[in-house]
Structures are given as C-alpha cells and as structure tokens.
C-alpha cells in the first residue's frame, strides 16, 4: 500500500493568505513553521513562553501532526524576534490591525511525495486524475478532522442535559488531554466535588461540535453521490461508506447546509472542490510527486484516498 507520510518532508503545506504586514499595527503577524507537533501543543508552548492565554494567539486553521507545515498566526505585542520550540520556529513579520482568523486564509499548498506506489494505487490514479482536475473530488472531511473522536469521551449530550459530573469524567478518562494547561484544573475541581461548567473550555466544546458537524455533512453527501451516480468507488470510514464519483459531477448541489447547535445557525459546505494549479511527476516506477492548491477546509488526504485508494463499486 502507497506510502503518503513515510517522512515528514514528504507532506508539506503552505498557507496563503489575503494579508500584507504593516510596520505598525496592534498584534504581530508571524510565521510558524512545525514539524511532528500539533498545532494545538504549539500554541499552548507559544502562549506559556509569551505568558499570554490561549485566547489571544490567532490562527486560520489547524495543521497536520505528521508534515512539515507554514502557518500565520497573530500575537498581542511582544517584544521576541524568532521564537523557537520543540519541532517549531515562529518569525514575526510585521504588523496588523485585528487578530488573524479563517477568513484570512485563501487557500494550502500541498506538497506531498507518495512512495511504494502498488499497480492497483498507479491504475486508480491514472484513472482518475482528469476527472479530479477538470471536475474536483467531493468535500468530504478528512480522518484526522476525527482523530479525537472517541465515543466513551464525548461528551456533548450529557453537557446539554446539564451532567457536568459525566462530561468532567469524560475529560479525565481522555489521556490524549492530560497534556493540556487547563486538564488538572478539572481534575481538582473533580476532586473536590466542583462541577462547575465554566471550568470546561470553549475549545474543547467548540472542537466535538465541529465534529460533529463534520459527521453530519460526510454522511449527507455520501448518501446523496450514492444516490445520484451509477459509476462510483468507495472508502471506509467512520459513517460506513464515502462514494465518490467516477463520472462528471454534475448532479449534486454546489452546498449543503449543517445546523450548528453551539451557535444555533446553519452553515454551509461545498460538496465538490477542484485542486489549482495540479502537477505531477514520476521520481521512480513506485515513487509520485504531487502539487495542487486547495481552498481553506479542504484536505488533501482526501483528495490522495481518492486517487490512489478508493474502489470501484462493480454493478
């Protein structure tokens, strides 16, 4: 089976935003760059070292874990130069006016190097890369959007029926939380029989809703290119099977709605996406270099399960 992150050099992504530096401004704008670290544990570093909260630190997005990846990320003024961190460095550049946030992001290079490539990955991919160039590849949300998905620690429904008690356990029983600042400020309040929900972070919350989210909308769309094509292949995933088309896509709507119950509004996700600026090349027989540009929130390792990954559905 193709190798898609055998080395950390071998998945790059570079952020592309629709801001300029200033020489003044209220927060810094710099560059991050990190390899084998989250993006979470680097700003929880970041805000310790500057001694500022977490709130503070603006982002666009969050990065793969496993890559070497360039991110812009806004700071209230500090005097640092280039700030450095296990597996990160972070460079200012300049100023702006207001915090970085998602809006500013235009779109991620990719560069990615896919190894011991089988015949079957190479048929699929020489199948499919036209029709991924001139039509796009469904929005699905990537695996990693759910790597903290864990049934026995989600803890959304017992948060909205007011079980404070069941959502601290819930926390404590996560040991991949045990790393964050705020963790032994619930196990104490825990302790002591303090089941106070201000004591939960936002961005925990915020976090299992988009999950859900997420779900939500690989389902529906799954569903409905299921529906609609006769020509198809499929990936497992955790909602069952994501299809995706082996024809021209034309028959679904350009968006589908999700409710978001945190912010009780919808919003709205392209179902297709087509990659810019695609290129390829072959290193060696079993060795495939790739670059492509993607717009915000969608995830190449979609687009590279497709191409190299997926199965066809014989009728």
């Known amino acids: 089976m193709a190798d898609l992150k055998q080395r950390l050099s071998d998945f790059v992504v570079k952020e592309k935003i629709n801001l300029k530096p200033k020489k003044e401004g209220k927060y810094i704008l710099a560059l991050l760059k990190k390899w084998g670290t989250s993006t979470f544990d680097v700003i929880d570093d970041i805000a310790r070292k500057l001694k500022i909260s977490i709130s503070e630190i603006g982002r666009c997005g969050i990065k793969d874990k496993n890559a070497i990846t360039y991110q812009y990320l806004s700071i209230p003024k500090r005097n640092f130069n280039i700030l450095k961190g296990k597996n990160y460095v972070l460079k200012p550049l300049g100023f702006i006016d207001h915090p970085i946030s998602q809006k500013n992001l235009v779109f991620n290079d990719f560069e990615i190097i896919v190894r011991n490539l089988s015949d079957f990955e190479k048929e699929n991919f020489e199948s499919r890369i036209d029709l991924v160039k001139y039509f ?140 810019e600026n695609f290129e390829y090349e072959y290193l060696d027989n079993k060795t495939l270099k790739l670059k492509f540009s993607l717009p915000k929130g969608s995830y190449a390792t979609v687009l590279t399960s497709f191409l190299f990954h997926a199965v066809n559905l014989n009728k």
Do not use: C
């Not at 925990?204 to 779900?215: D, T, V």
């Open 136 to 275: 796009g590849f469904p929005n699905y949300y990537g695996k990693q959007r759910f790597l903290a998905y864990k049934e026995k620690t989600f803890f959304l429904k017992d948060l909205e029926k007011g079980n404070i008690k069941s959502v601290f356990e819930k926390i404590l029983s996560n040991r991949k939380l045990k790393i964050k600042p705020w963790y032994k400020n619930i196990l104490k309040a825990y302790q002591q029989g303090n089941f106070d929900k201000n004591l939960i972070p936002i961005t925990e919350i915020e976090m299992q809703y988009s999950i859900l989210h997420a779900l939500e909308f690989n389902k529906k769309l799954s569903k409905l290119i299921n529906e609609k094509y006769e020509k198809k292949a499929y990936l497992h995933s955790k909602i069952g099977l994501l299809y995706f088309p082996l024809e021209k896509i034309l028959k679904i709507p350009e968006k589908l709605e999700i409710f978001d119950n945190y912010y009780k509004k919808l919003f709205k996700r392209k179902t297709i996406v087509k990659p």
